[in-house]
């Protein structure tokens, strides 16, 4: 079985100034990696190269097949994307925000009700505007639009980024149940006990390079930690 996600010696660029330097690695199917590195290291660009946002070259594949020039087609091929700040749409409700990930026309597992089980604050909250919502809550919300379009790798930047810890300790309920669905999870993050709650292995990025990778418990390693600068 192909990788649900693979970079060959991918290279980003923004207006010339380069971010990511000949990465390559891959995310197999219904596992969770996650991209670890400081702020500036090329995780978010990593993430962003998937949809051509940077200048990029080398090859990115999905499912085995290189990615072909289509502003959406890794959604339509099953990668979903919850970006860094859940730009959630104010004039839409909670539903109707949900709803638009159904663009992608993919068939599979997710409803609104499912996911209202899987967020509950998310169907008290159903008919009201989107960012009338608390913070922790558009961040469910965003989880919940980049579901509805039925990936097989949902790509997460920041996720807890700015949260309480008890909505912390929500999400990584949620992720436990998503995984449990067989999506692979990529995970950017700067929480690091997130991580090691609910990743497989990690990939770690110091100045747009690959400098580690291994199992999410070496994460606890003094050396592991000064490599990657945590």
Excluded: C
């Amino acid at each position: 079985m192909s990788p649900v996600l693979e970079f060959r010696s991918v290279s980003a660029a923004y207006a010339g100034a380069q971010v990511l330097q000949d990465v390559s690695f891959a995310i197999e199917p219904g596992e969770t990696v996650g991209l670890v590195g400081r702020n500036g290291a090329g995780k978010s660009t990593a993430l962003l190269s998937v949809y051509g946002v940077p200048s990029v070259t080398g090859e990115i594949l999905v499912d085995g097949t290189p990615l072909g020039r289509r502003r959406y087609e890794p959604s339509s091929r099953g990668v979903s994307l919850v970006p860094q700040g859940k730009r959630i749409f104010g004039h839409l409700t909670v539903e109707e925000n949900m709803m638009l990930g159904r663009a992608s026309r993919r068939k599979g597992q997710w409803t609104t009700a499912r996911l209202f089980e899987l967020f509950p604050n998310l169907e008290r909250g159903r008919s009201r505007p989107g960012t009338a919502l608390s913070g922790g809550e558009q961040q469910m919300l965003a989880i919940a639009r980049a579901l509805m379009a039925e990936p097989t790798l949902l790509m997460l930047d920041e996720p807890t980024e700015g949260l309480a810890p008890v909505i912390i300790d929500q999400l990584v309920t949620a992720f436990r149940k998503i995984q449990e669905t067989g999506t692979a999870l990529l995970l950017v993050e700067q929480h690091i006990g997130m991580i090691q709650k609910v990743a497989d292995r990690y990939l770690a990025l110091r100045k747009g390079e690959l400098v580690g990778s291994g199992p999410v418990a070496d994460l606890a390693n003094r050396e592991v930690q000064e490599l990657i600068a945590l």
